[in-house]
């Protein structure tokens, strides 16, 4: 059916006109609201945040599971763990999928997925191997002290396979962003790694309150008095002391109290009896606290306590 001046509220001697304009600036309006370069650097910058964002989600979440999974219960750990892995897996291949990304950006993704492949993999094979061991302990067929040295290596042998699994494509990723900024610069913030470091202050201000290890051992560290800089001098070149106060431990055979000093990430909790006992504070949040302990026989074993 043939166009009738009737079917426009503007008359059509007026909206020619208009169209006409239109076909003529046609190449123009197409590079500004179309260009190519721009539309892929928008898509693949959302992307590497919204990559950002997934591995920001897996820490927190794994953080949670050892303070929401029921004590003793190593399976549901387990498979809780191995969830958030491979969950996460499957997202960097969905966002791989993106048509519009650029696949400099794909040969990241790829390598993520590599990545959180093995580390469900080690994962599983680790907390395996953990509750074999903590099994053959409960039944008496492995004494303690044996049990705590061969968890202690487990556990030194796990985290350093996470440390090489996590960083082992780090350079070849900062080359890769590196690039990116260089080409797409001019139409989107950089694209970074953004790597947090825990200051002495966040530490410092989270440590005390009550906290429950995961064997159920509650610890009460009571907020003490902070050594404070003099704001008229220089920060740098003032010595900043460990915080102190006072704490009460409690499980089910003993109990005592204790004075406490926290020097950068050691926190040291003092007894009457002269025996401390001292935390190497690996990361600390609103909700958990995971450090590590050495024993009596030199085992260094890393636990979590969560906060109640």
């Known amino acids: 059916m043939a166009l009738r001046s009737d079917h426009f509220i503007t008359p059509i001697k007026l909206v020619l006109p208009g169209i006409i304009v239109s076909v003529i600036g046609l190449f123009a309006s197409n590079y500004i609201f179309n260009n190519p370069e721009k539309n892929r650097a928008k898509a693949t910058f959302a992307t590497w945040t919204v990559i950002n964002q997934f591995e920001t989600m897996l820490e927190k979440n794994s953080d949670l599971l050892p303070c929401n999974t029921p004590a003793g219960d190593q399976l549901q750990l387990k498979k809780d763990f191995i969830h958030l892995y491979e969950m996460t897996r499957q997202n960097m291949v969905d966002l791989k999928d993106e048509e519009k990304i650029d696949k400099r950006l794909s040969a990241i993704l790829n390598m993520k997925i590599d990545s959180y492949t093995e580390l469900k993999r080690i994962t599983e094979a680790f907390l395996d191997s953990a509750q074999f061991v903590i099994a053959q302990s409960e039944k008496g067929i492995l004494p303690t002290a044996e049990k705590n040295f061969i968890i202690s290596q487990m556990q030194s042998k796990y985290v350093n396979d996470l440390t090489h699994v996590i960083y082992r494509d780090t350079t070849m990723t900062k080359n890769i962003l590196k690039e990116l900024n260089q080409s797409y610069s001019s139409y989107v913030d950089s694209f970074v790694i953004v790597e947090k470091v825990q200051s002495y202050e966040e530490i410092q201000k989270l ?7 995961t064997d159920k051992v509650t610890i009460e560290i009571k907020t003490g008095a902070a050594n404070t800089l003099n704001t008229a001098l220089p920060k740098e070149g003032q010595q900043t002391g460990p915080n102190t106060g006072t704490g009460h431990w409690e499980q089910a055979d003993r109990e005592f109290d204790f004075t406490w ?5 050691t926190l040291t909790m003092k007894r009457e009896n002269g025996k401390d006992i001292v935390f190497e504070i690996v990361k600390i949040s609103d909700n958990l606290v995971t450090f590590v302990l050495t024993d ?12 109640i």
């Open 296 to 307: 009596a026989e030199g085992n260094a074993m890393i636990a979590n306590a969560c906060r």
């Open 207 to 213: 440590v005390p309150g009550k906290w429950i290890t």
């Open 261 to 265: 000093t926290l020097d950068k990430s």
